[in-house]
Each structure stands twice: as structure tokens, then as C-alpha cells.
């Protein structure tokens, strides 16, 4: 490439890099002070706010292992159930039954005599028939008939002989 | 002095400072983000930081501090967006004539676009350069890197611009 092409080109290069660079839009200071100042007034908030509750909880955090970090052990406390007194229970009427079981219940035959007659013995029947016809001899039989009252038994007391 | 005025004076202070230096700092955001928007973002975003931070106070070079601190930030938002396109804003520059004002601004655009096309390593010591108050000590300063490997950069960028644009050239001239 000759010297004087060389130069021509070195111009027209300069010239358009002298325009590579570019001016702000009016109003850059003014908006760049805005945006620090708005945010300057969320970031001023006290340092204290926070270092109150944080040597605080520190300050509770040393008190407790103080006083309950370095004791000896204790016993395990027992649990104390209070047991309240007995108290009589009032017996309860059972129930009566509700109509409605009684309706449901089948009804039972009735008998004209209850417990039912049993027809008698030949025996009884001899003893009847007897009697119904001699009654003197039967009444005469009956005061002769032996007492039917038992006697006591007596047992004769024990009698053990002497070991030799 | 109480804490209220002194609080005061140190927001006066660094009132000061921004305008000062918010120009400057803006041209920085630009030469890498090369974006209106995300460099006054990147503006802003940086004197949030050195308000935040007590630094500023004490600087030697309070040009180098601010063009460093607002390079770290605008690569770092640099490389969020490496997803997207890069979309520069051409500023409209207009000359008394506005024929010799368009082609102007014809070559100029597509010098702009080769320089976009240039690698980061050798593109943002070059558009650092187009900073007027920049000179390669400090843009070494700025990007952390040796003075001579500055102008290293610069000299090869050029070149391949160069080399781009006679080609553009000729193209144009044969149409």
C-alpha cells in the first residue's frame, strides 16, 4: 500500500473514529443525582435498628447458658398424678322393658289348672276308693298308723385307745 | 461538625464529582457498550457503587479510577447481553453541506461497523482512544494491561481497519 494511500486512509479512519464516540442525552448529572438520592434515602435506615434485637438476642442467649448451660444435671422430675376419690355409684333401676318388647313376646296357652293335674295311681285310686267307702276303718287305720316323727340319732362318743 | 452536616458535605461533594465527570464516564460505557441506554445504565450504576463505597474520597487519579470502574461495569453488562446483537446507535453528525454531510455519514457509519466487527481485545483500546481525555497510559490503567501492549493493540487494530476499508474503497469504486 504507497504512503500517500496510506495517509488518505489514516484521515478518513481518524475522522470516523473522532465520531465512534457519542455525547450523553441533556440531563444525565441531573437524573444520575436522582437515582443516587432515592436510593440513598432507602439505604440511611440507622445502623442501631438492627443492632438492638441482635445484641439482644445475644444478651439472652449468654444469660441462659449461664445460668442453665453449666449447672449439674438434675433428677428427672416424676409426674405426680392426683388420682380424685371414689365415689359410690347410686345403683340404677334396670329398665323397664318397653311396651313395644312386650308386644313382640308370643303369647303363651293358658291352662285351666296350673300345674296341671296328673291322673292318679292305681294305688291312689285303691287308697281313694277304700276310704270312700269304710271311711271308720280308714280314719281307725290312719290313728293306728306309727308316729312319722324321726328320732335323733345318737352317736356314741369316740373312743380312742392310748398308743403302747 | 454533626454527622447531618457532615452527610451534607459529603453529598455535596460527590454532587460535584458526578458533574464533573458524568460526561466522561457516559463516553467510557459507550466506547464498550456502544448503546445509549445501557451506557447511561451503566452511568448510573457506577456512581451508585462509589457513592455506596467511601473510595472516592481519597482518589490520586480520580479520571483513571472512574474510567476503570465504569469499563469493569460495562463489560461485565457487556457480557449479559452477549446473547443479543449488538445494536450500535450512530450519532447523527451533520456537515454544512448536507450531500458532503450524507456521505459523510455514509462512511462513517461503515467504518463504525468494521470497528464493531473487530475482536473486544482490539476494539475497546481503540474506542477508548476516541475518547479525547484518554491517553494510552491511562487506558493501560483503564483495561489493566501493559502501555506498550496498548498501543500494540491500537497499531493492529488500525491496520486491519485499514486494510478493511481500501477494500471497501475499491469496491465502491468500481461500482
Redesign the interface.
Known sequence: MPNEERDALDKVLDSALANYSSEPRAGLEQRVQNRIRTSARVTRIPRWVFAVPAAAAVFWAGYVWLHYGSLPERPLPVAQVRMPPVRAVAPTTARKPSARYHRRRPALPKLPEFPAATPLSSEERALLAFVTRHPEEARAALQQAPSSELEPIRIEPLQIDDLK | MTRREEAVER?AR??AL??RQ??FV??VA??VLRN?FD??DV??ET??KL??GSSWQELADERAFLARATWRTAVDRLRKRRDEPLTP?I?A?HGKDPEDAAV?AD??AA??RL?DALPEELRQP??L???EELNSREIAVVLGIPEGTVRTRIMRA?EI??QK??ALMEDRHAK
Do not use: C, G, M
Open positions: 453529598d460527590f454532587a458526578v458533574d458524568a460526561r457516559y463516553r459507550y466506547a445509549v451506557s447511561e452511568v448510573q456512581f451508585l457513592y455506596r446507535d450519532p453528525r459523510a462512511w462513517n467504518i463504525h470497528v481503540l474506542a482512544t476516541t475518547i488500525r481497519l485499514k476499508l481500501a
